[in-house]
């Protein structure tokens, strides 16, 4: 399996998922819970709803390193 499948499973179980990063509990199909969400910028809030393979690996990055001040 390459490298950018991984990937793409990757972002496809965040999705998925029922926690978010900051291990609090999400709804699937949402990267992130409503409140980190909340703390987002707009920009990037709006970003998060990109496809897979059409932004969202990238914004979904951004909102990491937003979220964790890195």
Do not use: V, W
Not at 7 to 25: G, H, P
Not at 42 to 69: H, S, T, V
Request: glycine share 2%; hydrophobic share 30%.
């Amino acid at each position: 399996m390459t490298s950018q499948n991984n990937d793409r499973l990757f972002y496809i179980e965040t999705l998925k998922s029922e926690q978010c990063q900051c291990e609090r509990s999400k709804k699937r199909r949402y990267a992130l819970c409503y409140k980190c969400f909340q703390r987002l910028p707009k920009d990037l809030r709006m970003a998060l709803y990109r496809p897979i393979g059409a932004g969202f690996e990238q914004a979904y990055e951004d909102a990491y390193r937003y979220l964790n001040n890195l």
